[in-house]
């Protein structure tokens, strides 16, 4: 079947440091990827995607490679910001993005 | 562009009654709209995905008599919570995408949180 798993959170850090959030998936067939953000009190919004493998989608300073060979989409930022509190999610889409399998959300606290 | 509005933000509804939320895109046309449940400290679990002009398909588990949708335009999808009880309280999310194709991308509505007292 498709998943996604996720890193386990919460994830603390200090402003300027380096982030990284872990996820891997399972999938059948060749996915899209994709990182969403979920700041408090709102909803969704797409961060990045990529759509085949070796792809790297990129916004706001973070990144995230499609790496097939290890089922990974790790989300990495060289030097958060308090901004960047938020819970992230990495999905899994079928079809693009007509069926999306979401991980189970990894919560970021940047303390200034 | 791609934004998705919900309506409304908040209800506070008695146990017994029905709800009805509303989802929107607002600048582009959505041949798909996709309903979802988030629970507290939770991922979101995909409830049922409709078509404009056709029958919404449900995930299996979750109750279509219970969680009525109806996608009657290209821009407007509305989800029904029938008979609410105090554990149907929830974020409810609503997305859309546009064209279906490899490359599609689903965009999110700030979603609805529903407290049944």
């Known amino acids: 079947g498709n998943s996604v798993t996720q890193m386990e959170g919460p994830v603390t850090l200090s402003e300027e440091a380096f982030l990284t959030i872990n996820c891997t998936y399972t999938a059948t067939g060749y996915p899209s990827l994709f990182w969403y953000v979920q700041y408090p009190g709102e909803g969704l919004q797409l961060l990045l995607k990529?759509?085949?493998?070796?792809d790297k989608g990129s916004n706001k300073g973070f990144e995230a490679t499609y790496r097939k060979e290890t089922t990974s989409f790790h989300l990495e930022k060289g030097s958060v910001q308090v901004s960047d509190s938020a819970v992230y999610f990495c999905?899994?889409?079928?079809?693009?993005?007509?069926?999306?399998?979401f991980g189970q959300g990894t919560r970021l606290t940047i303390n200034p | 562009g791609a934004v998705v509005s919900q309506h409304p933000s908040r209800v506070i509804c008695k146990s017994g009654t029905s709800v009805k939320i509303e989802c929107r895109s607002l600048?582009?046309?959505?041949?798909?709209m996709f309903w979802y449940r988030q629970f507290p400290k939770k991922s979101l679990m995909l409830m049922a995905t409709?078509?404009?002009?056709?029958?919404?398909?449900?995930e299996q588990g979750v109750e279509k008599d219970k969680f009525l949708i109806n996608h009657a335009s290209l821009t407007l999808s509305t989800l029904t919570v029938t008979s609410a009880h105090p554990e149907d309280s929830s974020f409810y999310i609503c997305?859309?995408?546009?064209?279906?194709?490899?490359?599609?991308?689903?965009?999110f509505g700030p979603g609805t949180r529903l407290t049944v007292l």
């Open positions: 409709s078509n404009e002009g056709s029958k919404a398909t449900y």
């Open positions: 990529a759509t085949k493998a070796d």
């Open positions: 997305s859309a995408s546009s064209s279906g194709g490899p490359t599609d991308t689903q965009y």
């Open positions: 999905a899994l889409g079928i079809q693009g993005a007509q069926k999306l399998v």
């Open positions: 600048d582009f046309q959505a041949t798909t």
